[in-house]
Nanobody
Framework: QVQVVESGGGVVQSGGFLRLSCEAS????????MGWYRQAPGKQRELVAN???????TYADSVKGRFTISSGESEHSVYLQMNNLRPDDTAVYYC????????????????WGQGTQVTVSS
């Protein structure tokens, strides 16, 4: 089992900034990747940024140059620094964790946090 908890959401004005935090805990061998997704009202959930531990990092085109994903003190935590926020960044942001387990063999499962609301006012 893996628990994923996000925090750091809030209400900011256009041009402002926020830093989201995500931490994974539980039983797993290692973390394959950690990333951020968001879902705005009436829209499907979309990738914001994803970081493969020890591998590549990807960003959605809409956030390149404004958002930065980074690891915390361990591979079990990740941050999302969001600068120059825009009203269309308003969404619920979810942390995604892909964790490796040993169940007879190595398997990788997906886990999601509860979401944290980000609201950007114009």
């Amino acid at each position: 089992q893996v628990q994923v908890v996000e925090s750091g959401g809030g209400v900011v004005q256009s041009g402002g900034f926020l830093r989201l935090s995500c931490e994974a805990s539980g039983t797993f061998i290692s973390i394959h990747s950690m990333g951020w997704y968001r879902q705005a009202p009436g829209k499907q959930r979309e990738l914001v940024a994803n970081m493969v531990i020890g591998g590549p990092t990807t960003y959605a085109d809409s956030v390149k140059g404004r958002f930065t994903i980074s690891s915390g003190e361990s591979e079990h935590s990740v941050y999302l620094q969001m600068n120059n926020l825009r009203p269309d960044d308003t969404a619920v942001y979810y942390c995604n964790v892909q964790a490796n387990h040993y169940i007879g063999s190595i398997v990788t499962n997906d886990y999601w946090g509860q979401g944290t609301q980000v609201t950007v006012s114009s």
